[in-house]
Every structure is written in C-alpha cells, then in structure tokens.
C-alpha cells in the first residue's frame, strides 16, 4: 500500500522557516517525480513545487521561486520542502504528492 | 498556464442515482509521449486526497467499478454509475501532462439531496 506520511509545519512568523516531510513506502521512492501542493483557507489547489526521481531537476512556482528549495532523500524515501522568508499568503495546508497523497499538514504563517 | 474548469461546481444526488462531472482545458492534455494526464481525485472532509482516476479512464486500486471516466484532447467527464453515501465530498480533476506544473480544477461539491 502506497502511504506517504507529512510532517513538519505549524505555526510561524512572518520571515521564518519551515521545513515540511513526507516519508514514502509501498514504491519505489526513487522511481518518482514528486510534487508539493498547497491549498490557502477558502482557495483552489496551487501546484507549489516538483522534483525528478533522481533528485536532479527541481521546479517551483513562481510564487516561491527564491524562498523556497524541494529536496529529496531517495536512501530515507523522503521529501523535503525548505521554506523560508515565509509570507503570511504562505499560509496554507501543504500536500506532497506522488498521484498518491498525503495527509496534509498546515502552515500558518501570522504575526 | 493550463487553466482547468470544472461544472457543475455543485452537484445534489439522490442515493442510488447517477453523477457526472465536466472538465475542461486551456489547451490539449495529450503529451508527446501519446498519453494524456489528465486524473480525477476525491477528497471527503477532514481526509487524505483519494485518486480516482488516471490517465482519463484508468481506475486506481480499490476503486469501484461504479467510477469511470472518459474523454480526450481538452474534454473529460467523471461518471459514478450508483452514487452511495460514502461518495459526498469534492471531486477535483487535474492536469499531469504539462509536467512539472500540475493544474486543477477548481472542485465539484457532490453532496446527497
């Protein structure tokens, strides 16, 4: 069974970091592009960031382009999202995503 | 951009009758590689994103025969043959081919009249 489990998030600042996980298990991790999606209260779904199976190419929007880096861990099966210089429109549940999902986990960016 | 489109965006159902979502694209969804990426998703309150669908047509594991899904070049549909209980929530379908950048439509509410 595919599972990816999130961690990470919670409550910052205007100007300070996060850094989000997603532990994978049931493919083969390594195999697999791998995406980060968010949803803002009351908003649509926003692709957020995307990374090859190898860890080499990554892609952001360009509402992060700059603050935040995706990185993977294909020993650990694991993904990363670095967020930094977080905005308080930052504020959102984060999804990684393989087609599969994970559960979510919340930013809240405030002052 | 791709921009998805989704109708209705709510949709009332009687238990036992059958549903179907539209979705549309900016631009065709067919990839270089001859496939289209187009996938369906549920999502129910509180829960974990579900997929559905992929590849337009292709039923993920465990997913009941009762959804199916159709269409190609920019025009998809989502059918559920008997809708039950346990399928209220919203439906999102979104866009894989223009990779790395996923789009989605914006959600369809399927609530039990």
């Known amino acids: 069974e595919v599972q990816l489990l999130q961690s990470g998030g919670g409550l910052v600042q205007p100007g300070g970091s996060l850094r989000l996980s997603c532990a994978a298990s049931g493919f083969t991790f390594s195999s697999y592009a791998l995406s980060w999606v968010r949803q803002a209260p009351g908003k649509g779904l926003e692709w957020v960031s995307g990374i090859s199976g190898n860890g080499k190419m990554t892609y952001y929007a360009e509402t992060v382009k700059g603050r935040f880096t995706v990185f993977r861990d294909n020993s650990k099966n694991t993904l990363y999202l670095q967020m930094n210089s977080l905005r308080v429109d930052d504020t959102a549940v984060y999804y990684c995503s393989s087609g599969y999902w994970g559960q979510g986990t919340l930013v809240t960016v405030s002052s | ?113």
């Open chain 2, 1 to 113: 951009d791709v921009v998805m489109t989704q109708s209705p965006l709510s949709l009332p159902v009687t238990l036992g009758q059958p549903a179907s979502i539209s979705c549309r694209s900016s631009q065709s969804l067919v990839h270089s590689d001859g496939n289209t990426y187009l996938n369906w998703f549920h999502v129910r309150p509180g829960q974990t994103p579900r997929p559905l669908i992929y590849k337009v047509s292709n039923r993920d594991s465990g997913v009941p025969d009762r959804f199916s899904g159709s269409g190609s070049g920019s025009n998809f549909t989502l059918e559920i043959s008997r809708v039950e209980a346990e399928d209220v929530g919203l439906y999102y379908c979104m866009q894989a081919t223009h990779w790395p950048m996923y789009t989605f439509g914006p959600g369809t509410k399927l609530e039990i009249k």
